[in-house]
């Protein structure tokens, strides 16, 4: 499999999706999603191990690393691959919407059909792909804003009406993945320090398995993502107020200075100074 794997072209990282009109796709996999959208004619897509017609206006949704191609069955075929990373949909684990959602779909342990054709919500589907590949075609001030508006809304419409999951894979992570009491203590409490033995109570189980869970869950470990909230909080200090430094590394939860300079540069890729004074 690993000769198929295609290094998919993102003009900017910083915002990584990419919009291509093609005929034929040929067989390949990638670490990003992609939305294969048929605006005109037919084609035969494949997902996986699975070969599905489609025709004007349907169109399939491939997970990272799934197998796809495809091919067109009429010489009129007009395709739309939008391919993006998953960067776009992660928010660092800072509300429930990665955890209960993203996280599983892209672990596979909620699965969204790949196919979409003649649905009631296809066509709502098919408005939103349309409103995507014309904000990033004329690339208006806030373009950006619109295209995530858009991606949020096709994946809230597959949660709620397509979605299929593992009822025991579920059951194990209503009653013993719930990390919301402890994520929403978190939000709040960032600037104070929790010991795993505090953090595990709070949600019932042991440190070990909170370990293991938290990690499974959020993608991060506790010290983890506690940096990440406290760099997010950092971050809006920095630009906007004209507090030291040091005392925003000490309000956000920092003991240190020169750790604070460090964490926060791991995360945000520059220092706490270059990004005051890049604000």
Not at 107 to 114: C, D, I
Not at 242 to 247: Q, V
């Amino acid at each position: 499999m690993l000769q198929l794997k295609e290094t998919t072209y993102i003009p900017d990282r910083s915002f990584p999706i990419h919009i291509f009109y093609t005929k034929d796709i040929p067989v390949h996999w990638h670490d990003h999603m992609e939305w294969i959208l048929i605006k005109k004619g037919q084609a035969r897509v494949q997902v996986d191990d699975v070969f599905v017609d489609l025709k004007n206006g349907e169109c399939a949704m491939v997970n990272s690393k799934q197998l796809h191609s495809a091919q067109i069955l009429a010489e009129d075929t007009e395709i739309v691959a939008i391919v993006f990373n998953e960067a776009i949909i992660r928010n660092s684990g800072l509300d429930n919407t990665e955890h209960l959602y993203f996280t599983p779909y892209l672990t596979s342990q909620l699965k969204l059909p790949n196919f979409l054709k003649e649905s009631k919500y296809l066509e709502a589907v098919q408005e939103s792909m349309f409103k995507i590949i014309n904000e990033y075609r004329q690339k208006e001030k806030g373009f950006e804003l619109m295209i995530k508006s858009e991606i949020f809304k096709i994946f809230g419409l597959a949660f709620r009406n397509f979605y299929q999951t593992d009822d025991q894979i579920n059951v194990s992570i209503r009653r013993n993945y719930n990390l919301s009491p402890l994520l929403n203590y978190l939000r709040k409490h960032y600037d104070q320090d929790i010991s795993l033995k505090t953090a595990a109570k709070m949600v019932n189980l042991t440190p070990n398995h909170l370990c293991k869970v938290f990690k499974k869950v959020t993608g991060k470990t506790l010290i983890e993502y506690t940096h990440h909230l406290r760099t997010n909080e950092a971050e809006r200090l920095l630009i906007e107020t004209d507090e030291p430094i040091s005392e925003i590394a000490e309000k956000v939860g920092f003991g240190s200075i020169t750790y604070f300079g460090r964490v926060f540069k791991k995360i945000k890729n520059m220092s706490p100074s270059d990004k005051r004074n890049h604000s």
